[in-house]
């Protein structure tokens, strides 16, 4: 039955069907309405057995999950951007450790300068970590994922990732069909550990490993990923066959049949750039895009295959390595096929600047006339970047750039 | 007819012997039913006091809870000399994530246990000082003031030993670390810094807190028992001479932990519920140079004219401590 229901609430909602055992909570924006919704019904008792518990920190959440976890506990805390940052070491330490903690990613800007609206740049910094990363298009998917999230993470003994666009998703009332208890219970079977805490059958988790034999470990991990390339269109089929619901997946292609410019995009952004291809393919343009679900492990092969036909590739990211350029595209050129299509990098988004219909229309506009760059930045001031460069050159004393340029804005650009 | 006191003093240590004891007050170590939690055939130093600490503090819990245990522990000396992979010491279920998380990860163990209904299973966390009062310290307020359910052991050898011995918010002033070297007009570890955890653990109002050295191994494992009577959040915090790290003979391990304890430097008390409730008090008190002197983390103090302005300065941290807790000897 579809419902109005906000994003969070809708993940709350799955979430708690999926019946976790230990949820912890440390609020960030924009994750915090996730977290307290669980809190409620664990208070209330809709979610029993469940401990949820107020942590002091991200990283405790993130090693209070690890504990729980170890104890053969289904786990599960969300976070966001500084949140995510501030637990790394453990979400290292869960992925290293195969523990199958599921955690919701609320993607938001990394500072300085600190900001709270979404890009992916939180995703992007932890992609080496060992989790399986996927990322929602939208609040149904968001929803879903997780159910299909707490069953490849206890299938493979590795965590996941639900990445979900802070605000624009986290926040959106959006329809959205919510899965029934016995389709999850059906789906979903109670949480059987590979190596668990049990003073019945002591074993030690966590030994220190030198160089005869870390090489292997850690390759067994990457084996692992490989394991789940296989494993999560075979998951999706099945959430497919019971909800009806195209959810996950490696990838979400839409017009690529004969399309000879393709972008590619991860997330929220993927309706809008739909919507700009269906216009352009409207006017005769055979245009397409890739939307990639599973960002880790990055499915290589389903990449290659699905823009063996195109000329041009156009990703669009919501973040970059600074330096250096796409996170996304990188990955999009390892995968690129032998037919070598030409590849741009656009980043946009950042911070939660919008991305508008027009906008991606104007970057496949200017694909087809040869003048997009390789790498270039959606709507970016190049006015006001010139003027605090000059500003920088001119005084050594400049003071905080990301001020000057607010103060730079808020006369209008005339403060020169 | 007049009561006289028996005092049972042997090789000099004023411990009472086992033999010596019922079979109830005799300690863990000596049954045969001890759990040997962790093994022989690790690669402690040795002389290790942590060792010595984690051996009888674990076996004395394992009784205490009938074998229903789960211990976490921090990176540092316990999980490195203990854990070279494939091989364990550990004969009990045990879980090492990393160095600053172990209380917070110690809390997701207990709560996967109520969550599923076994609650007979108790979780002990332990970390040296550096994994307790420095890295670990957030998370282990964090525990405190939850009152999850965990023992949270605390084996202080007062400096970063695993790592060469550098310092600590646990090292004593005026002690040499890597990084407070004995050098200069104020040599080794300065005065005023430093964090006293247990009185920051009784400031949580959890129900039990109690500092203990392994030099009386019997009221270690008297006080893990003693923890174990209580549910919430509970602390233990262990002197543990460190040979390595503090310049001292193998063999003097518990002579030293005895010389801090017998000195007042290193209060021994329990607390209940943030009021202390017992003390072990002085037997023969000694000055802080007979518990310095033997360390060569101490040296520059004696060596030359010597810094009797800094021995002074200790021997007042060591007469606060026997003034706050009442430590002196009941004789004297």
Known sequence: ?416 | MTETRVHFYQVGSFAVGNRLLSDADRTVQASRERTNSLDAGHRACQGCGEALGARYALDAAMRATGGRLVAVNATGCLEVFSTPFPETSWRIAWLHSLFGNAPAVATGVAAAMRAKGRDDVRVVGQAGDGGTVDIGFGALSGMFERHDDVLFICYDNEGYMNTGVQRSAATPPTARTATSEAVGADPGNVFGQGKDLPRIAMAHDIPYVATATVADLHDLERKVERAMTFRGARYLHVLVPCPLGWGAASADTVRLARLAAESGFFPVFEAEHGVVTGVRRIRRRVGVEEYLRPQRRFAHLFAGEGRPDLVARLQLIADANVERYGLAPEEE
């Open chain 1, 1 to 416: 039955m579809l419902q109005q229901l906000e994003g969070s609430r809708a993940v709350a909602e799955t979430v708690a069907r999926c019946r976790p055992e230990v949820v912890c909570a440390y609020p960030i924006s924009p994750q915090t309405h996730i977290i307290e919704a669980i809190g409620a019904m664990v208070k209330d008792g809709r979610l029993a057995p469940c401990e949820f518990i107020n942590v002091e920190s991200e990283y405790a959440a993130m090693s209070v999950s690890i504990g729980a976890s170890a104890a053969g506990a289904r786990a599960y805390t969300a976070t966001a951007s500084q949140g995510l940052l501030f637990m790394i070491e453990a979400v290292y330490n869960a992925a290293g450790l195969g523990l199958p903690v599921v955690m919701t990613l609320a993607n938001r800007a990394i500072g300085a300068p600190i900001n709270i609206w979404n890009d992916h740049s939180d995703a992007m910094a932890v992609r080496d970590a060992g989790w399986i990363q996927l990322f929602a298009e939208t609040n149904q998917e968001a929803a879903d994922l997780h159910v299909q999230a707490f069953r490849l993470a206890e299938t493979l003994s590795v965590p996941v990732m639900v990445c979900m666009d802070g605000f624009i998703l986290t926040h959106a009332v959006e329809a959205v069909d919510l899965i029934d208890q016995a389709v999850v219970d059906s789906f979903l079977p109670p949480y059987e550990p590979r190596q668990v805490l049990d003073p019945d059958d002591p074993v030690s988790i966590g030994a220190m490993v030198g160089p005869e034999a870390f090489e292997e470990v850690r390759y067994l991990a990457h084996l692992r990923q490989l394991d789940a390339l296989e494993l999560i269109p075979s998951v999706a089929e099945e959430f497919a066959a019971l909800t009806g619901r195209a959810s996950g997946g490696l990838l979400h292609p839409y017009r690529l049949d004969d399309a000879e410019t393709v972008i590619v995009a991860m997330g929220s952004v993927l309706g809008t750039i739909k919507d700009a291809v269906d216009a352009r393919r409207a006017t005769g343009e055979r245009v397409g895009v890739l939307g990639v679900t599973t960002f880790r492990p990055f499915p290589v092969a389903a990449v290659a295959d699905a823009l063996a036909g195109a000329r041009r590739v156009i990703v669009v990211e919501k973040a970059f390595s600074l330096g250096m350029g796409g996170v996304l595209a990188t990955d999009v050129a390892t995968a690129s096929p032998a037919s070598g299509p030409e590849l741009a990098t656009v980043v946009a988004g950042l911070g939660g600047r919008p991305i508008t219909r027009r906008d991606v229309e104007g970057v496949l506009g200017r694909s087809a006339q040869g003048t997009l760059p390789r790498l270039s930045f959606l709507n970016l001031d190049e006015d006001v970047v010139a003027r605090e460069r000059a500003r920088m050159a001119a005084s050594r004393r400049s003071g905080p750039f990301a001020e000057n340029v607010l103060r730079d804005l808020a006369a209008g650009g005339a403060n020169r």
